[in-house]
């Protein structure tokens, strides 16, 4: 479906103003003609960023009047999320465990599977909150910004190859008021001699086939760089279980995600002596999806 001119001039021929509540039910109306997901909270978001509120203050403000620019701005909106343009890049803020993390099309958008990780990450470290901690392919610098704020005495290092995806992640360091260590260069080629205590990275896992076959909202939107690892999808792994054992301390602990079917090709790359334990984890769909390695 496209925006026809009649569909067109009917959104934005208004002879007064509208409230909250009526943009709010022309603004969802629009998204079901497009057979859009979710179409309610969209609308809720699209507005409230526009209006510079949150979604709850939308209902706390149902009669307040929405203005013709206003609503210009929020048609705008819809029209580039129904023409594939995914929500996070075009509000440009996602929530990411406690960080408001600002995304631009440098990045990836953090997905859930990412917090989740986060998640594991966080309960795994719970009796060294002061560890030396790096976050690998940072790209927006979700993981290592949470991290930061679960464990303010924690010493974090943000590092990437991609210099916008570093001045991205120094922006969000800053808007969350957190302190971190940045670093710009290929995997840890920056670091020299340095050694962690806990790694985390989110690299590119997909292979050159995969990628072909991704859906139009991620393949035409998200950076390429972040997604593609290369012909197999695994090869960053294979440079890391190389280079990552002279930059951990004795007991550090590593966390990777990794695609839905490379459980059993991780456990071949990091199959060494160097590593006391080795897990793979499934995500909710029953994927592989993350893995951790505890060195010697």
């Given amino acids: 479906m496209t925006w026809s001119p009649v569909l067109w001039s009917l959104t934005t021929t208004r002879r007064s103003l509208k409230t909250i509540r009526q943009t709010l039910q022309q603004s969802k109306s629009l998204l079901d003609q497009f057979r859009i997901p979710s179409s309610r909270r969209i609308a809720e978001e699209i507005v409230a960023s526009i209006l510079q509120i949150s979604r709850m203050e ?16 929020c048609l705008n909106l819809i029209e580039r999320h129904t023409s594939g343009e995914p929500l996070e890049y075009i509000l440009q803020i996602v929530d990411f465990y406690g960080c408001e993390i600002e995304v631009t099309p440098s990045v990836l958008i953090p997905r859930s599977e990412t917090e989740i990780l986060l998640e594991k990450v966080c309960g795994s470290v719970v009796d060294r909150p002061a560890a030396r901690a790096l976050d690998l392919c940072t790209g927006s610098g ?15 290092i943000l590092s990437d190859i991609s210099e916008e995806c570093i ?32 790694v985390v990275c989110n690299p590119p896992y997909i292979s050159k086939a995969a990628y072909e076959g991704l859906e139009s909202s991620v393949k035409d939107f998200e950076p390429r760089l972040a997604l593609v690892g290369g012909e197999t999808g695994l090869e960053i792994y294979q440079k890391l279980s190389i280079s990552l054992p002279a930059h951990l301390n004795p007991g550090a602990k590593v966390f990777f ?28 769909a029953g994927h592989d999806r993350f893995f951790s390695l505890e060195y010697q």
Wanted: net charge positive.
């Fill in 58 to 73: 939308l209902y706390l403000q149902f009669d307040r009047h929405v203005g013709t620019s206003e609503w210009r701005k």
């Fill in 142 to 156: 979700c993981l290592g910004l949470g991290l930061k704020k679960h464990f303010p005495e924690m010493k974090v």
């Fill in 167 to 198: 001045k991205l992640a120094r922006r969000n360091a800053k808007r969350n008021g957190l302190s971190v260590g940045i670093a710009c260069g290929n995997l840890l080629a920056p670091f020299n001699r340095e050694k962690f205590d806990l």
């Fill in 257 to 284: 995600e990794i695609g839905f079917d490379q459980g059993e090709s991780m456990r071949e790359i990091f199959s060494s002596s160097h590593w006391k334990s080795v897990k793979c984890e499934k995500d909710w």
